[in-house]
Each structure stands twice: as structure tokens, then as C-alpha cells.
């Protein structure tokens, strides 16, 4: 069993739909959630932070951590067809830089 | 502010061969990661620099090694090549723990190595 588990998709959604992203965990240890966002033949860019639980919002994008269900979100509201990408969660344990990624899911938007 | 600067983008390389691989991160940050990415494993950690040690290492084999130099550029290294080599290699900078960042990795743009 994977560390980090994520549905791969692909997940296609008109325009306009909530998007839900998950990613679920085995390691209690895991302090620093992360969403990383990466276009085709680009390097992943980061969306969102999140320190422990809780939730944090950033526009269209929300990030949701539960840690006692060991299970992250990361919601879209409002998509629209530039949000096609493939998302990607990282968490990692406290005092380092080695972070887990999850394989990714890979996201369409069609307008 | 630049971002980090990864070369070449693209190479082809045969079984057996050697390959390096150069990372130049964003001024100002100190420690270095290499992630491999491919699409069955998604991207997995290879290794961290930080102020031309190594602190973090992955479950690579040994053909694996990097460096970084004392301007904390970064170099890796993958000797006797393998099909299996195949993928985008990902270089990250982040600035130390003890300056209150995050850990944000800022990610290049990859250097894609073929291996025939």
C-alpha cells in the first residue's frame, strides 16, 4: 500500500461544476498538506498550504484537511476549461523536506 | 525573480551510458530537492541538498547521486543508464525552516530524459 493514495481520473466536468480532489494517507506523522497544480510539460506549481487540519480558502479554491480520517480536499468552485491540469497532493512530516506526492488526478474542464 | 532553471530540457541517452543533470534554484534559497516523475509512480523523491550536504535521501539505487556547490546549484547524476530511467526529472528549491517558510517546493520545468 501506497503512502499517499490518489484517484488518477480522468475526471471531466462541464464548466462552471465544483470540483472535489482527494488524496488519503497512511502516515500519522504527515504535518504539511500541499496541492500542487502542473500543466502539461510544465513542473508543478504550488495551490495551496495547509499546516495540520483544518481549512484554508484562496478563491475559487478551497483546501480541507482531516486528520483523524487521514484524508485531504481540495475543492474548485466554478471551474472553468484553465483549470485543466493534473493536481497533485504532497504532504510531509514535521522538520523536513521530503515530501510524498500522490500519483495525481488528471483534470478536464469543458466549456 | 527568476524561478528554478533546470538543463537541458530534453535528452536521449542508450542503455548504459551516463547522464547529468544541472538544477539552478531561486536566488536566496538554500536547499535543493530531486523528484522523478513518471506516470505509473508519479513523482517520487530522490534526494535534498541543503548547503552542499545531503540531508534526505529516497529509495533510489546508488547509480543515483546529486550535489549541490557552495552557490547552491545542484547537479545529479544517474550512471549506467537503465529503460526504466525514462521520466522527467524535477528540480526544487525551498528556502531554510529557520527563515518561518512553509517548505514551498518551487518546481523547474524538468529535464525529460529518453533512454533508448
Known amino acids: 500500500q501506497k503512502e499517499v493514495e490518489q484517484d488518477p481520473g480522468p475526471l471531466s466536468v462541464p464548466e462552471g461544476a465544483i470540483v472535489s480532489l482527494n488524496c488519503t494517507y497512511s502516515n500519522s506523522a504527515f504535518q504539511y498538506f500541499m496541492w500542487y497544480r502542473q500543466y502539461s510539460r510544465k513542473g508543478p506549481e504550488l495551490l495551496m498550504y495547509?499546516?495540520?487540519?483544518g481549512n484554508k480558502e484562496d478563491g475559487r479554491f478551497t483546501a480541507q484537511v482531516d486528520k483523524s480520517s487521514k484524508y485531504i480536499s481540495l475543492f474548485i468552485r466554478d471551474s472553468q476549461p484553465s483549470d485543466s491540469a493534473t493536481y497533485l497532493c504532497a504532504m510531509s512530516d514535521t522538520g523536513t523536506y521530503k515530501y510524498i506526492f500522490g500519483t495525481g488526478t488528471r483534470l478536464k474542464v469543458l466549456a | 525573480k527568476a524561478g528554478v532553471t533546470q538543463t537541458p530540457r530534453y535528452l536521449i541517452k542508450t542503455r548504459g551510458q551516463q547522464v547529468t543533470l544541472s538544477c539552478s534554484p531561486i536566488?536566496?534559497?538554500?536547499?535543493v530537492s530531486w523528484y522523478q516523475q513518471t506516470p505509473g509512480q508519479g513523482l517520487q523523491f530522490l534526494f535534498e541538498?541543503?548547503?552542499?550536504?545531503?540531508?534526505n535521501k529516497g529509495n533510489f539505487p546508488g547509480r543515483f547521486s546529486g550535489r549541490q556547490f557552495s552557490n547552491s546549484r545542484s547537479e545529479m547524476n544517474v550512471s549506467t543508464l537503465e529503460l526504466g530511467d525514462s521520466a522527467l526529472y524535477l528540480c526544487a528549491s525551498s528556502l531554510p525552516e529557520r527563515q518561518g517558510n512553509t517548505g514551498e517546493l518551487f518546481f523547474g520545468e524538468g529535464s525529460r530524459l529518453t533512454v533508448l
Open positions: 541538498y541543503f548547503s552542499e550536504t545531503q540531508r
Open positions: 495547509t499546516y495540520s487540519s
Open positions: 536566488s536566496g534559497h538554500r536547499s
